[in-house]
């Protein structure tokens, strides 16, 4: 889903207010298992989002002659990476 577009009750077709009013009631609690050791032992925590990075990248400013931008913005998406692959091949060691 793009994140700049806000979900409507049209594409999750739902009736979001109905469910938004419900009241759980106490007979229902009883259709839910009771959490035992067993269940809890065989829980696996998951961690979400990218890996951590091997050398993670560092955000800087340079002034570079317009010119120069321009070639790189021309050269297509990835232009950056592009130039950050560059200059680490020529970076002394």
Same mark, same amino acid.
């Given at each position: ?26 007979? =229902?609690?009883? =259709?839910?298992? =009771? ?34 931008? =321009? ?23």
């Amino acid at each position: 889903m793009n994140a700049s577009k806000s979900a409507s009750a049209r594409t999750l077709k739902s009736d979001l207010k109905r469910v938004a009013a419900h009241k759980v009631k106490a007979s =229902e609690y009883k =259709e839910l298992p =009771e959490i035992t050791d067993d269940m809890l032992k065989r829980g696996v925590v998951k961690r979400a989002g990218r890996p951590v990075a091997t050398n993670p990248r560092r955000q800087v400013t340079i002034r570079l002659p317009e010119s120069v931008l =321009e070639h790189w913005k021309e050269s297509g998406p990835g232009w950056q990476t592009r130039m950050a692959d560059l200059l680490t091949k020529r970076a002394p060691a």
